[in-house]
């Protein structure tokens, strides 16, 4: 009688010859990667070099003489790669395909795009913004979108995201980060995260965590001059470094530095923490083991740009250990800087060739060692399938938060009678057309009507909806909408509706408001769900991300609607 092999055996001996094989593509794969890496740089002029770490700014809507600009640059100075801007995405991907027949060497083709290439350009889709997302229990929802985002930066030919923003936004007054950020809460941050990062990952396009050391306690936009960061090094080393930490255990391929003046890390007065040799090269190569790309914010922004003269900026940043240099003032001017110091030795050949090839070796994963030119036909119908909407919808849904619902002021009933008041810059249209689509709805929108007041009273329920023409903006409700909102909610039950940072109602009393929903941004799919949630057809499941005042904070206060 034939004896059996143990079931655990071989499966045992099926898992070895798997690892085996993973090995042996892993070798291969690093040896391809080493062989074309080293290919590249061993034919290189010094001049070639230096060129690889400079990333210029690039625009598809702008005319041909920056078009003439940008193939000159490629040109004459062998730059590594571009940043796109603002444009459509068949104008992008037709310069994308001319800038690359031109190089030399294949370029690296990077965007802000944290939500969505519609952060640049026309005609794609836009998912919400990191607040909106950070109000959501299911990080998987996050994933998602991170993944979606990858998709369509794999189809116009963008190789880096500079994403996800990890700044843990504690300074409510931020005129910069504010909804950029996920939530003011370091885990909550770091979990939405590592779920962008993965899901963008995933399908190859690289991720560049910002903005090192932490741009979430400003109260200065770093575009403009040199914000402060007066935190102590243990709260820094504690909670913003905390997202960098995980993520770096979760490869996240590459880092922003930003322009900051943080006394706690760096003892030169007013040096930027992007020219901060001790930040870069100490902290987050040394220290925080970090290995990846090291890309500077931009060199144009104030925060940098006023320490040291054109030139010295690049020489100066790349001495403190980045290895991209973004949107320089004067790239042949940079250039020679860095040249000048290779030449006299202040910069060895050991640290050029390590960012060098830190670049190619990226580019080689993105798979530029074998580019493919950008299919310009059906882009736009590829960018904007059905699939978006049904994600964002599925967002909000997640995401709006019933704040208050004192004495079960939601949902609305039918037989109630209800009026709506506008408040706000922005379009109501498609909430307005959700809810009279199932309640009974009087519109008011004269506020400045002295009778208002006395023709409210005579309704059971007023739904009061703050809209803003720019969602993103953090700045306070104006007085006048405050006031307004104030008055009604002493005469009638009235329900606030807010589609914007919550943000903007740090002013507001609530004491006699019954229901405050929370929308978080000002789009048609937000409306109408949000109508949903207020005629009880959907479930509000989202949790603030970020404090309002005293009374509303991050899990305190808040009676989520059943």
Known sequence: MKKSVPIFLVLLAMIFSCDKKQ??????????????????YNTMTLKEKVGQLFMIAAYSNKEESHTDTIQKLIKENGIGGLVFFQGGPVGQAKQTNLY??????PLLIAMDAEWGLNMRLDS?????YNMTLGALDDNDLVKKVGHKIG????????????????DINTNSKNPIIGVRSFAENKINVTNKAIAFTEGLQSLNVLACAKHFPGHGDTDKDSHKTLPTVSLSKERIDSVEFYPYKKLFK????????????VPSLESTDGLPSSLSHHIVSDILKEKLQFKGLIFTDALNMKGASNYKETGDIDLAAFMAGNDVLVLTEDVSKGMSKIMEAYQTAEITEKRLAHSVKKILTAKFKVQLNNFKPIETANLITDLNDETNDALNEEIFINAITALKN???ILPIIKEEKIAFMHLGDGNSAAFLEELKAHVAVDVFSDVTNKKLLQKLKKYDKVIIGYHRLNSRLTSKISKKDQSMIERIAKNNKVVLDVFASQYCLENLSFENIEGTVISYENTDIAQKISA???????????????SINNNFVTGKGIEILN
């Open 406 to 408: 004192t004495d079960k």
């Open 532 to 546: 949903q949630i207020i005629i009880g057809n959907k479930e509000a499941k989202g949790r603030l991300p970020a």
């Open 23 to 40: 090995t042996k593509s892993n070798i291969l794969e690093n040896t391809n990667q080493t062989k074309w890496v080293d290919s590249i």
């Open 124 to 128: 794609t889709a836009r998912f919400p």
């Open 250 to 261: 979760n490869n996240i391929a590459g880092v922003m530095v930003a322009h900051l003046n």
């Open 100 to 105: 690359q027949s031109t190089s030399k060497v």
């Open 151 to 166: 998709e369509h930066c794999n189809r116009l030919g963008v190789h880096i995201n500079f994403a996800p923003v990890v």
